[in-house]
């Protein structure tokens, strides 16, 4: 019973909606094979990423780095480079002397180094000139007059110094965070244990490696509002950061996110260009921006922190834990970052998905004179996860277990609590571990595998975003405003962070389905401080679970506000309204419904202009461990993941290659089954990389190869041993595995319609898998990562000789 | 981004124009895909006013297997001459080689010359210039002293051309070009011997000289020659370990003679004969003794960013999987590797 439209838009609009004259479709978008909605954009170019944005007559940026490791700065003299034609303004340390940090409490960085450099590359000054070329020019012309210190590259010199103090005002040497939380009587239950498995592990430090380097532009309008775009993966926390330390008030700054290319945890906090391009336009009254080379972004790191990790695990002799006892150094680099997080992290999110009867960990993060550390995908959960993923292995060959099985009898359950007091809702661990045991032939085929092939296992869970804000609030942690109008078309205003996951299409995709129109009729605006409510951005892997609330929230009630409308024309109850894909239509009778367009035209008509808001806020009850430290590391649900790696390994090269991986992820509810298998191929192939390859190093004290110290002075230490894309060997295309992805679906209560995170969780077993099956292939273990050929030699070696030990 | 130096750009029309503009000295360089130079200039330890594209020059195009020596011109593009249907059936193991160069797209642009005329690598001089500056330079830069060898007399960078070892034991030359007394004279020198060890000017090309072709003979009959290159990533990277073998054998499958080559030492690559074995039969226990011998007279050095001694070992494997082609190529390990 279609009837004629009462309040025809406009013809074209009209084209775009397709007249459906076939039975009602009731299949939900959730969970359909459908792409990401700004894909198009993206792929033609039409989408425009920082670096794309030209405004008039818009100056260019360059940032002075400090060659030594550890200075004084005595002197600046910028008076040359000021001179020059085309340069517009220069800033030191002096224009900008507040401290930042994305941490309230750590707050230990300049955005110019103030009175000291504390790693090569720390900025020094900026400039703003008529094209790039003019500004590096310019820079060439600043005059820096430093006093070498003495520098730290090692994590243990670092703590061992007292001498050389990398932050003056630090209250504890050059710790930059310490840690240590016991649960239980540990050395008791490892007194008491059948089986100790104890040993050093060695996490090695990683970048991101975005293809996207990080690009700011900043702008200053005649209204005196200050505009920044810039490739961030937490808008909000700039915008906040921004006003500290320009002292200007937030109505008076719009920080724009535009699409970023890739981020994987590398830009969630505020770095040097984005306030020198706010400041350099405060002072040239012109739009400024600043692109770093791909040698700064390695620079600006924030990466994996290198973890120097002692586990001692015990076990009955059914193989179930008794206790687990934890010991980890974790290499900070210069700055804090999101230090004081991992270092909980490094202990806090290992409570699942094993039962830990007893569990202590103590971890010190220290700072050195390196780039600085910070969160990278799987941020302080993927090192200590390794550990204890290699240690389940030991004691499954020790006790002659099958490790899949070990790990069964040793599954904490669901709605349950870990020992730290995090509860866990929703738990797929055993179907994970069922499901890559089954596509990997994991029974038929292990042990018997021919020579130099091997199979390995491991587990792991992840946070659905993190419980609290970075800085304590009441405020909502996601929000959403969502309108429809005449057009048919619905609008949905997020703060959230497209970084390439796909946050804009879950926010569309749960949208679609609530208010019965079709992917395609869904706009998404993100990441705009004027036009869209605050989320805290892209980190934690809390996209889906929290703005996805937070949309369902927002479209329920505009919904309920359209049945009621419909349920009034047809006189029935709103209940017996459904809407899906283009449709309103009779629950009880689908042979009566109305395009979604008249729908909407009869509400609007109606109600007037149609909108609604929601947000989201993390529980507070039955979350977390009550003590100091008991709410990092909570969440609202928690992924699981299992992966099994094949690998063959050459005995006569130490060769490993990884044959083919399966990874069996928990998402709770897959709403874009396609972006979920993107984010369990992407963190696969990252943790693969990590395990065998990638590594971000930096040269130790004294650069010569020889092993003798530099006798040229101090301060030549912590350089990068590889600062490009050629010498930092990420994988291509070429040496990549075979990838299985399987989607485990145990919705959580918490989540919307059940869905829980992706994008962080599947990285983390991928790389003691490996490592497992390295073990399973040729029975040498390789505890310091990366696996690398002369390890694997030097292993076999140890092993033939007659006095070889193996772990 | 990193941008380029103001530069001159001429194109030459004739190879007499541009060996007259590129005798103004090193100022004046030559360039045709540039996927070396260009990335030298960026970071700035390579410097120069003028570029001098010589990719349209006739006397540099094509590959001419007419005669008893197939003539590659120095344009010729890696990507053409690894699926050039007579290098693949003349020497397979030169289009392999020149194949695994970088990237496809690379090689798309890269040509033969550009990868015999590859400057050294190191990691020291490889980088930005605020890292030379943070190091103090080095002996290839503006510094005083090398990283690798402390207190060594010269820069021992490394050659880490993909192309120059199979050529050397294929028994390559160079066609260079240069204009005397106005008019244009033409050298022929083994690739062998067109390596210097100075890792600051290791290509025996003088200022106002040019790379024109190169010449290589067909292979008599018994002799063929393989490539191996180990690098961590099996597209992009440039060699690690890098080394041709070349056996002649008579029709008893007796070895008349052999040689093998070695890159990514020094800025020189190594050449050793075979002789001694002459007489001998293939089998394991042989290439094992030459693997050996190969290993002895190698020493990789830290120049490169992998761990020295892992490379000499790797090396050994190399030569001796090199050999393996030879009597059990079923056995031959890692093989596309
Ligand atoms: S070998 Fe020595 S002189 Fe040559 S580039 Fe390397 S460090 Fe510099």
């Given amino acids: 019973m279609t009837r004629p439209l009462s309040d025809n838009p406009t013809a074209r609009d009209l084209h775009r909606i397709t007249v459906d004259h076939s039975p009602v479709d009731e299949t939900p978008v959730v969970g359909s094979r459908h792409g990401r909605v700004d894909a198009l954009d993206l792929l033609t170019g039409v989408g425009k990423y920082a670096d794309d944005l030209v405004l008039p007559r818009m100056l260019h940026c360059k940032i002075l780095r400090s060659p030594h490791a550890h200075a004084r700065i005595l002197h600046i003299d910028t008076s040359a480079a000021e001179s020059m034609q085309g340069v517009h303004a220069v800033i030191t340390g002096a224009d900008l002397p507040v401290r930042y940090g994305v941490i309230p409490w750590t707050q230990d960085e300049y955005p110019l180094a103030l009175d000291k450099v504390r790693y090569v590359g720390d900025a020094v000054a900026a400039v703003a000139a008529s094209s790039e070329d003019v500004a590096r020019a310019a820079l060439a012309r600043i005059a820096v007059n430093y006093e070498v210190l003495p520098a730290l590259a090692d994590p243990r010199e670092a703590l061992a110094r007292s001498d050389v103090k990398i932050h003056e005002d630090n209250k504890h040497g050059n710790i930059s965070k310490q840690v240590t939380l016991a649960f239980g009587d540990v050395d008791a239950a490892l007194a008491q244990a059948e089986l100790v498995i104890e040993g050093d592990y060695l996490f090695h430090g990683s970048t991101h490696g975005a293809i996207e380097p990080h690009c700011a532009i900043g702008h200053v309008d005649g209204h005196g509002l200050l505009t920044v775009w810039s490739a961030t993966q937490v808008p909000h926390y700039l915008h906040r950061e921004l006003g500290r330390v320009l002292d200007r008030p937030s109505h008076s700054i719009r920080v724009i996110q535009p699409p970023v290319g890739g981020a994987f945890g590398g830009k969630s906090e505020p770095f040097d260009l984005e306030f020198c391009v706010a400041k350099l336009a405060e002072l040239t009254g012109r739009p400024v921006k600043c692109l770093y080379t791909r040698e700064e972004v390695f620079l600006a790191h924030r990466g994996r922190h290198p973890f120097q990790m002692h586990y001692k695990t015990g076990f009955d002799r059914d193989g179930h834990i008794l206790a687990v006892d934890g010991k980890s150094l974790l290499d900070g680099g210069a700055y804090s970052s999101f230090g004081l997080v991992t270092t909980y992290y490094s202990g806090q999110l290992l409570g699942s998905p094993y039962t830990f009867p007893a569990f202590r960990f103590d971890s010190t993060r220290v700072y050195t004179n390196k780039p600085c550390c910070g969160p990278k995908r799987g941020h302080g959960s993927v090192q200590p996860r390794f550990a204890i993923e290699v240690q389940l292995d030991k004691a499954a060959v020790a006790l002659g277990l099958d490790p899949i099985e070990l790990r069964r009898r040793n599954f904490i359950g669901e709605n349950t609590q870990t020992i730290g007091g995090f509860h866990v809702g929703s738990s797929g661990f055993l179907q994970c571990l069922d499901e890559v045991e089954r596509a990997s032939g994991w029974r038929q085929r292990r042990g018997k595998l021919p020579k130099g092939r091997g199979l390995g296992i491991a587990g792991s869970t992840y946070i659905s975003g993190t419980n609290y804000c970075i800085y304590p609030t009441e405020l909502p942690q996601s929000a959403v405003q969502i309108c429809l109008d005449r057009s048919g078309r619905v609008r949905v205003f997020v703060g959230t962070s497209e970084i390439g996951q796909g946050s804009n299409t879950v926010v569309a995709t749960l949208a679609a389905d609530e208010l019965g129109v079709e992917l395609e009729d869904m706009r998404v605006l993100a990441a705009d401080s004027d036009l869209t409510p605050v989320d805290l951005g892209a980190y934690s892997s809390r996209g889906t679970l929290m703005a996805g609330n937070a949309c369902l929230a927002a479209t329920r009630e505009l919904a309920a506000k359209l049945r009621e409308v419909i349920a009034s024309t047809w006189d029935c109850p709103a209940g017996d309204v459904g809407l899906a894909h283009r449709k309103a239509y009779r629950l009880s009778d689908p042979s009566v419904w109305m395009p979604i367009q008249e729908a909407f035209i009869l509400a609007e008509s109606k109600l007037g202009t149609l909108g609604a808001v929601g947000s989201y806020k993390t529980p507070t009850a039955n979350v977390h461990g009550d003590y100091r430290g008991g709410t990092i590391g909570a969440s609202p649900a928690y992924s699981f993941t299992a992966h099994v790696a094949e690998v063959e390994v050459d005995e006569e090269t130490g060769d490993v290659t990884v044959l083919q991986i399966w990874c069996a992820h928990d998402c709770g509810l897959a709403l874009s089954p396609t972006l979920v298998e993107g984010q369990i191929e992407g963190s696969t192939y990252m943790g693969a990389a990590e395990a065998l390859m990638e590594h971000h190093r930096v040269l130790p004290s004294g650069l010569r190869t020889d092993g003798q110290k530099r006798d040229t002075g101090p301060g030549v230490e912590g350089l990068l041993a590889a600062s490009s894309l050629l010498d930092y060997r990420m994988p291509t295309s070429m040496d990549v595995p075979e990838l299985t992805a399987l989607i485990v679906e145990r919705p959580d209560p918490r989540g919307p319609r059940g869905a829980k995170e992706a994008g962080e969780g599947p990285l983390h077993s991928s790389i003691p898998a490996i490592a497992n099956a390295v073990y399973d292939a040729v029975g040498v273990r390789i505890d310091d990562l990366p696996i690398a050929p002369e390890k694997i030699l030097a292993a076999l070696k140890r092993k033939a000789s007659p006095s070889g030990e193996v772990r | ?337």
Avoid at chain 2, 60 to 68: E, F, K, M, T
Avoid at chain 2, 166 to 171: A, D, F, Q, T, Y
């Fill in chain 2, 1 to 337: 981004m990193l941008r380029l130096p103001e530069l001159e750009v001429i194109i030459a029309t004739s190879l007499t124009e541009a060996l007259t503009r590129l005798a103004a000295g090193p100022a004046a360089r030559p360039i045709l895909g540039g996927t070396d130079l260009v990335a030298n200039l960026k970071t700035g330890h390579t410097k120069a006013q003028t570029l001098v594209a010589i990719g349209q020059l006739p006397e540099l195009q094509g590959v001419d297997a007419s005669g008893d020596v197939v003539r590659i011109g120095a344009a010729v593009h890696q990507a053409e001459l690894a699926r050039d249907p007579d290098i693949l059936e003349l020497f397979p193991a030169l289009a392999y080689a020149v194949g695994r160069i970088a990237s496809p797209q690379i090689r798309n642009a890269g040509t033969l010359g550009g990868n015999l005329c590859l400057d050294t690598r190191c990691r020291f001089i490889n980088q930005s210039d605020l890292w030379r500056e943070a190091l103090g330079g080095c002996l290839k830069s503006h510094g005083k002293e090398c990283h690798v060898i402390p207190g060594g007399g010269g820069c021992v960078a490394a050659l880490s051309a993909d192309s120059v070892p199979i050529l050397m034991v294929l028994g390559a030359e160079a066609e260079i070009a240069r204009v005397q007394d106005g008019a244009l004279v033409t050298r022929r020198t083994p690739i062998a011997d067109l390596y210097d060890s100075d890792g600051r000017r290791h290509v025996r090309i003088a200022d106002g000289e040019l790379l024109v072709a190169v010449h290589v003979p067909k292979l008599p009959h018994g002799a063929r020659a393989v490539y191996r290159k180990w690098a961590v990533r099996q597209s992009i990277d440039f060699p690690l370990v890098s080394v041709a073998v070349r056996l002649d054998l008579d029709d008893a499958g007796k070895l008349k003679q052999g040689k093998v080559a070695i890159g990514v030492l020094g800025p020189r690559p190594r050449l050793l004969a075979l002789d001694r074995w002459a007489g001998r039969t293939l089998d394991e226990d042989l290439a094992k003794q030459v693997a050996q011998y190969v290993f002895d007279r190698s020493h990789p050095l830290p120049n490169v960013l992998y761990d020295h001694e892992y490379r000499r070992e790797r090396l050994r494997v190399e030569v001796l999987r090199a050999l393996r082609t030879w009597y059990a190529p079923a056995a031959v390990g890692g093989a596309g590797r």
